[in-house]
């Protein structure tokens, strides 16, 4: 069968930069970096181990489910998906090795032929594994898993989708078994329709909201800093968007309204401003939430 599965090797300049242009996420980025360098990398946790309990604390076998897997949901424009792809430089800076990130293309479910999501899920847990040898270090993103990884009981009327779960949650626990260095990053754009099973197997879930407070301020100032406006007029900035009925993502006011303040402008050979900014704010509309 043919899976298109993307790898890249980290680390590398594009994705340090991308990681680096995702503003107002910091808290995300630090928790997903902790759980992904303890899944890949258990010396810190075993050394802790040996310190403080001589190796010797029973509930800690409960603590570890044993399946890599880490989960980021929430509503499009918010980084879900360029952290997880561009985290493994991070990550593989911090543990001085290397890592292969794999990526399933983006439909992952297929066509809707009969057995070809299970299909495809097998085929991309598998690729993945011949790619990676032993003690390499993986990270396997399967993004837009919408329909995989929503709970059994939601979409009793699609069979498909219900076969996919259960070959999803086997080809989790089966990557312990397999002894790889493997970490998955499953990422949904939608809320609270995660199936319990996938649930209870995560060492994270991570919820990524449209920025409000400081996180709407760090990717305004980012946004005006050649602007150079003051302190006040980002906070009354801040305020303005929090008044809205609908917030704007970060995608809404990178992509959107940034862009089209800055096309403006070139339009009219004047220079960017905070002014520019706001008048595009009131041209372009946050995109409708998801969830
Ligand atoms: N927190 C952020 N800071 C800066 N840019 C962002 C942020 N979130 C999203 N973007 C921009 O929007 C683009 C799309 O975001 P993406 O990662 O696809 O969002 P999601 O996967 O949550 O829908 C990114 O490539 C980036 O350019
Ligand atoms: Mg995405």
């Keep these: 069968m043919e899976l298109n599965i993307k790898i890249t090797e980290h680390p590398n300049k594009t994705a340090e930069k991308e990681f680096n242009q995702l503003m107002g996420i910091d808290k995300e980025k630090s928790k997903l970096l902790s759980s992904l360098t303890h899944l890949l990398d258990d010396k810190l946790i075993k050394e802790w181990l040996k310190t403080h309990h001589g190796n010797n604390l029973p509930i800690f076998e409960h603590l570890n489910s044993g399946t890599p897997l880490v989960v980021l949901e929430g509503d499009v424009g918010c980084g879900k998906t360029a952290l997880a792809q561009s985290i493994g430089t991070i990550l593989s800076n911090n543990l001085g090795k290397k890592i292969k990130v794999f990526e399933t293309p983006s ?11 299970s299909n495809r899920i097998t085929e991309a847990f598998d690729q993945t594994k011949r790619n990676l040898k032993k003690d390499e270090l993986g990270m396997l993103i399967i993004d837009e898993a919408d329909d995989i990884a929503t709970s059994r009981e939601q979409n009793q009327a699609h069979h498909e989708d219900r ?39 995560c060492s994270l879930q991570l919820r990524f ?83």
């Design 163 to 201: 076969a996919g779960l259960n070959v999803l949650i086997k080809q989790l626990d089966l990557i312990k078994r397999d002894d790889k260095k493997l970490a998955v990053i499953l990422i949904t754009n939608r809320v609270g329709v995660l199936d319990p099973a996938v649930r209870r197997r």
């Design 107 to 117: 439909n992952i479910r297929g066509g809707g032929l009969v057995g070809e999501i």
């Design 209 to 291: 909201n449209r920025p409000t407070g400081s996180s709407l301020k760090d990717v305004l100032t980012y946004i005006l800093s050649d602007v150079a406006p003051s302190e006040k007029e980002i906070d009354e900035l801040v305020k303005y968007l929090a008044k809205g009925e609908v917030l704007y993502s970060f995608s809404d006011l990178i992509h959107r309204v940034a862009k089209e303040a800055i096309h403006t402008s070139i339009e009219n050979d004047v220079p960017f401003t905070i002014q520019s900014f706001k008048s595009a704010l009131e041209r372009i509309e946050p995109s409708p939430q998801m969830s």
